[in-house]
C-alpha cells in the first residue's frame, strides 16, 4: 500500500463545484480507495492505495467525482515521498524562514517544455518570484497570493498545462497526516 495525496482544483470555491467533504470521503471509499483523509474544504485529500500510476488514480476520482456530482475538476495525485520531497526542494525556504505563509507551491500537471518556461523566465513579475522545478513551480509572493498576478490561470495560459496551487501550511498538513 502506498500513500498518495490528491489535490482537486477549483472545488468549493465561489459557491461553484460544491462538495461535502463526507461526501466526497464516501465516494472514495466507495472506489477502493483506503484510509481517506480530506483536509480543509478545498479538495485536499490523503489515501492510501496499491502500488499503481498516479495517472490512474487520478482517473478513478475525476470519474467516480463526475459520476457522483456531475462535474469533473482537474485532479493531481502525488505519491507521499514524492510531495515531501517537492516541499523540501523549495529554493525559497531558507531565502525567507520568517515568511512562510508567503511561499506556495504551483503543481502542474506535467513538467513544462523548456523553451516555454524558458521564455516564461524572462520576464519579472515583481515584488512577487518563481522558480519551476520539475512539475513544481514554488512562489514567494510578498504581498499574498490574492494579490499576486502568479495564478493558476497565469500557468496554464503560459504553460499550456493544469496546474492547481497550495500554501506551504496546507502542504505541511498533508504530509503529517500521511506519515
Known sequence: MNTYIALL????????????????????????????????????VVFKYDDVAVEFLQKLIEDSIFENFGFQPPVFVIECSQLESIYNQNPYLKAYPDQLDKLHITFLSAVPLADITEHLKTSTYSPDDFSI?????????????????????????????????????TIHQLLSMAR
Open 9 to 44: 482544483r477549483g472545488i468549493n470555491v465561489s459557491g461553484k463545484y460544491i462538495i461535502k467533504m463526507d461526501a466526497l470521503r464516501a465516494t472514495l471509499v466507495n472506489v477502493g480507495l483506503q484510509d481517506v483523509q480530506t483536509y480543509i474544504q478545498s479538495g485536499n
Open 133 to 169: 522545478v520539475g512539475n513544481a513551480v514554488y512562489l514567494y509572493c510578498p504581498e499574498g497570493y490574492g494579490k499576486t498576478k502568479l495564478t493558476n490561470t497565469f500557468f496554464e495560459k503560459k504553460l499550456k498545462l493544469q496546474a492547481t496551487t497550495r500554501n506551504l501550511n
